[in-house]
């Protein structure tokens, strides 16, 4: 914060004020993500994943972290899929100024590869298909319905993980 001496009509010619909103923070945080490969241990291969880049700011980091919780707020190991849930957010958050519509935004996962990824990926994420079931109207589901709304599940739960985390970033910003 700057001393109240030094402002004045020049300071706020040179320095403007800013209004700090969570669109502002998720397109700044968007731009902070890159996608990087790795050796997959399962395959050999290179895969990719996202990550925040080197040298970013400390509140990123919060963010993402509060994006691993799960619904009973307890931490999960870094996760490459929780990862690529949180750009989805806040590329959904950073497009969107309409809050009640900013989630029909996320980016959707529809090939067969990435939802078998996905749910093999964690050893717990059968929950969000048995919650998908419910949802859906039982056991006599399409599977792949499942798994998709699965998934679906999952990326809105982190979705709203990280608003939460940005309006309080924006409350403390404000503060």
């Not at 241990?41 to 509140?59: F, I, N, Q, R």
């Not at 190991?77 to 929780?82: G, K, S």
């Not at 100024?97 to 994420?125: K, P």
């Amino acid at each position: 914060m700057v001393d109240e001496k030094y402002r004045g009509a020049a300071f706020e010619t040179v320095f403007p004020q800013v209004e700090v909103t969570v669109q502002s923070l998720a397109q700044e945080m968007s731009r902070a993500f890159e996608t990087r490969k790795r050796r997959s241990v399962d395959t050999g291969a290179d895969a990719e994943y996202v990550v925040l880049k080197d040298g970013s700011p400390e509140w990123m980091t919060d963010v993402c972290h509060k994006a691993h919780q799960d619904e009973i707020g307890e931490a999960m190991l870094p996760d490459d899929w929780r990862y690529r849930f949180i750009e989805d957010a806040v590329d959904a958050l950073a497009e969107c100024e309409i809050e009640d519509d900013q989630d029909g935004h996320l980016r959707e996962y529809v090939y067969t590869h990435d939802l078998t990824g996905w749910l093999h990926s964690r050893n717990d994420r059968y929950g969000y298909c048995d919650d998908a079931l419910q949802e859906l109207g039982g056991p006599d589901q399409d599977f792949l319905a499942t798994l998709s709304r699965g998934l679906w599940i999952e990326q809105q739960e982190v979705f709203y993980l990280v608003l939460q985390a940005l309006k309080e970033r924006v409350e403390e910003l404000e503060g």
